[in-house]
Every structure is written in C-alpha cells, then in structure tokens.
T-cell receptor, first 116, second 113 residues
Framework: GAVVSQHPSWVICKSGTSVKIECRSL??????MFWYRQFPKQSLMLMAT?????????EQGVEKDKFLINHASLTLSTLTVTSAHPEDSSFYIC????????????FGQGTRLTVV | GEDVEQSLFLSVREGDSSVINCTYT??????LYWYKQEPGAGLQLLTY?????DMKQDQRLTVLLNKKDKHLSLRIADTQTGDSAIYFC?????????????FGTGTRLQVFP
C-alpha cells in the first residue's frame, strides 16, 4: 500500500509554545488529508479534513485558530498546535487519500504530543 | 448520527476464531472498514466492504454486513498471538466535498496461548 510519513513521532513541548506536525504522502498525490486525535484507550476523533489548495473543514468543537492546518501541496499537510497546553497532549494521526471520495485512506504512524 | 459502537474487549485462545462486532447508525455509509492498531502505532487497513455487499472474505478475514440492522462483523480464523491489537471499524460518510471516515470505539483483542 501507499506510504504516509508523519514527523515527528513524538514531541515534548512547554506550555504556551506552538508545535508543528508534518504529514507527507511519499508515493502518491494526496488530494485529501485528514487529521485525527486519539486519547489513551479511546477511538480516533476526526478533527478536520483538508483538500489541497483549500481551507480545511473542521469538525464541530475543534478550534480552527488553535489547530492550524495547511495543505499547500499534494504531498504535504501540516498541523500546528498553537499555544499548546497540557490538555492538548494526545496522539495525533494523519491520513491521506488520493481522491476526495476514494475507497482507501492511508495512515501515518502518529505523533505523540506531550505538553509540560 | 455518527456513532459507531464496538464492544471494548475480546479475549480468545490461540487457534480459535475471533468475532468482533460493530454497529453504526448512518445508513448512507458507502463503505465500511476494519483497521488494526498496534500499540503506539498508526492504523493498518485490514479490509473494507462496499455497502451493497453482504460478505467479503480475504484469507483469514471474513466481513459480514447486515445493512438492515446496521451491523458489521469481522471474523478472524485461526487467531494468532500476532493478531493481538485494537481493531476499529469505520464508516465512510459522504460530506459536502469529500468522504470522511468515522471510527468506532475500538475493540481490544487479546490472544492467549
């Protein structure tokens, strides 16, 4: 299957700072990318959907000014957690698809964010 | 609604079959998926089924779909210790300009010798 690379795998940051997470599709063009958040022993919660060149569509309850998503190219999407706080500590996973309505989405390995 | 429910935990003996169940609420789902997640890792797609199908088999995996009851199941034959992981079902919902995946609560499968 296609490969989606997420970087970094883990990051620790101080409260109040911003953190950027990258999601790259290595061998296909990712028309659509999804960002999920997963709390320990819980399911994946969809945060936002982004189509290349368009503004991201955020799910209800997700602050778009806090979680900035940029999908400037067909192989790269970034999630920036601004002014991070301990409650933002979580496992963030991106997913990419080569068509807005394709059958399969490929997942990155996830980024564990710890805010201290 | 977008609630996808699964039982939280399943324990089976190595060599037995495992059946993981999932119920979803949106009848307009086009595809339904099963993903596997190992500790600290991303998600691996195991299989998917189109909503107009009843069954799909892929090696040790069998997916059954009861669209009337909005019930999906994954059967793993000859379960191995390497199958121990969390299994998520997911439904594909049609949004305005894209299809988005909504995940179930996850079932932790533990396989013991």
């Amino acid at each position: 299957g296609a490969v989606v690379s997420q970087h970094p795998s883990w990051v620790i940051c101080k409260s109040g700072t911003s953190v950027k997470i990258e999601c790259r599709s290595l061998d296909f063009q990712a028309t659509t990318m999804f960002w999920y958040r997963q709390f320990p022993k819980q399911s994946l919660m969809l945060m936002a959907t982004s189509n290349e060149g368009s503004k991201a569509t955020y799910e209800q309850g997700v602050e778009k000014d806090k979680f900035l998503i940029n999908h400037a190219s067909l192989t790269l999407s970034t999630l920036t957690v601004t002014s991070a706080h301990p409650e933002d500590s979580s496992f963030y996973i991106c997913s990419a698809r080569d068509h807005p309505r394709g059958t399969e989405a490929f997942f990155g390995q996830g980024t564990r964010l710890t805010v201290v | 609604g977008e609630d996808v429910e699964q039982s939280l935990f399943l324990s089976v003996r190595e060599g037995d079959s495992s059946v993981i169940n999932c119920t979803y609420t949106d009848s307009s789902s086009t595809y339904l998926y099963w993903y596997k997640q190992e500790p600290g890792a991303g998600l691996q797609l195991l299989t998917y089924i189109f909503s107009n199908m009843d069954m799909k088999q892929d090696q040790r995996l069998t997916v059954l779909l009861n669209k009337k009851d909005k019930h999906l199941s994954l059967r793993i034959a000859d379960t191995q210790t390497g199958d121990s992981a969390i299994y998520f079902c997911a439904e594909s919902l049609r949004a305005v300009d894209t299809d988005k995946l909504i995940f179930g609560t996850g079932t932790r499968l533990q396989v013991f010798p």
